[in-house]
């Protein structure tokens, strides 16, 4: 065949075949893979997406990146770790986990313009998970995070979290509050009590950062996470902001946290397993506490004497130190506690004035 006369053959069936079939049947023809596709309008956002991506815009710049440099063993090189924080106020106070500072003899704080600065441990409160850190300069204006309440939240309320996971800065993660009042392990045998459960993602480097709530407001600051693997299984925990706003300030002004106590030391729960009873034993009496000057008595164990058993405050048993000190701490600090004792197998009450042991 002539191929002229195929290229008009061609040329024909192609305009036959736009009559019939219209123009899109050319333009795919016609067109191939080394062409841009057009693109599809999408529309506006919704209105979720659209408060999600304003919160993130209002409460990002609030967000640090905290580096920590820990001295090591003679000979042996030093440790880094990572985490994540806010900015408290104008005056250059940042807020994390403590355990994200813990062992750091050198901190340093990124913030949102991207400047790396110096920072200095100003409190910690191991028995709570918190720390503060200040700045020691900073060129551009701060922008402390809108803190909201804790008090008032409800299981099911939208949670957004914002950190550092894996070092993947200004990562924002959302979810529900799974859960409420959970209690979680803290120093000193201790527990942080009203924990906020939620399944945002929080990874390790989420440490520190805030955990808010829909009007972009400071609820929690991300502490743990329940997870097999290391990474998130949908089980994140932080620590609740009206704990958090009580705390803070005492921090900044004198370094610590008051805490409720009587000035003694415990024997391990074992022990009191294996006595079979129920209570709190005390191991030692510190000198000059409230302790002391209420009269109980510590284990003696030249003299295979044990030390009181504390079954009760006012009416509430108690059976560990986390229950003990939950209970002094509804009593406060300079008031009395009345304790239920047993003493060589025989019980009495006494009224101890509760102390700071911070």
């Not at 999408?42 to 409460?59: A, I």
């Not at 028995?127 to 204006?141: E, G, I």
């Not at 799974?178 to 993602?201: F, N, W």
Request: net charge neutral.
């Amino acid at each position: 065949m002539n191929p002229r006369l195929g290229r008009y053959i061609v040329i024909w069936v192609l305009l036959l075949a736009t009559v019939w079939l219209g123009d899109s049947f050319i333009r795919g023809v016609l067109l191939t893979g080394s062409e841009p596709r057009a693109i599809t309008p999408r529309g506006d956002l919704t209105e979720l997406e659209r408060s999600t991506v304003e919160l993130f815009s209002r409460t990002a710049p609030s967000v640090v990146y905290i580096f920590t440099q820990g001295g090591g063993s003679f000979g042996e090189p030093r440790s880094g770790g990572a985490g994540s924080g806010f900015v408290w106020d104008g005056a250059g106070h940042v807020v994390t986990n403590y355990h994200v500072v813990e062992n750091a003899d050198q901190v340093a704080v990124k913030l949102d313009s991207g400047e790396a600065i110096a920072a200095s441990v100003v409190g910690v409160a191991p028995n709570l998970d918190l720390a503060v850190l200040k700045l020691a300069s900073n060129r551009a204006p701060l922008q402390p995070i809108p803190i909201g309440s804790s008090a008032d939240l409800k299981v099911g309320q939208a949670a957004f979290a914002i950190g550092n996971p894996f070092g993947l800065s200004r990562t924002l993660t959302t979810g529900v509050i799974s859960a409420l009042g959970r209690h979680l392990p803290a120093a000193d045998g201790r527990e942080i009590a009203g924990v906020i459960q939620t399944d945002a993602a929080i990874n390790p480097g989420n440490s520190g950062g805030p955990l808010l709530d829909s009007a972009g407001r400071l609820i929690g600051i991300n502490t743990a996470i329940i997870s097999d693997t290391g990474g998130s299984a949908g089980i994140g925990f932080a620590v609740p902001v009206d704990l958090v706003n009580r705390a803070i300030p005492n921090l900044i002004a004198k370094g610590k946290v008051p805490v409720a106590g009587l000035g003694i030391a415990i024997a391990p729960e074992e022990v009191v397993a294996r006595l079979g009873v129920s209570g709190v034993l005390i191991a030692t009496v510190r000198r000059g506490s409230s302790a002391e000057r209420a009269g109980l008595r510590g284990t003696d164990r030249a003299r295979r004497q044990l030390g009181d058993l504390i079954v009760k405050v006012g009416d509430q048993p108690v059976a560990s130190l986390s229950e003990l000190a939950a209970e002094l701490e509804r009593v406060g600090i300079g008031n009395p506690a009345e304790l239920t004792i047993l003493r060589d197998g025989r019980a009495a009450t006494v009224t101890v004035t509760v102390m700071d042991i911070s």
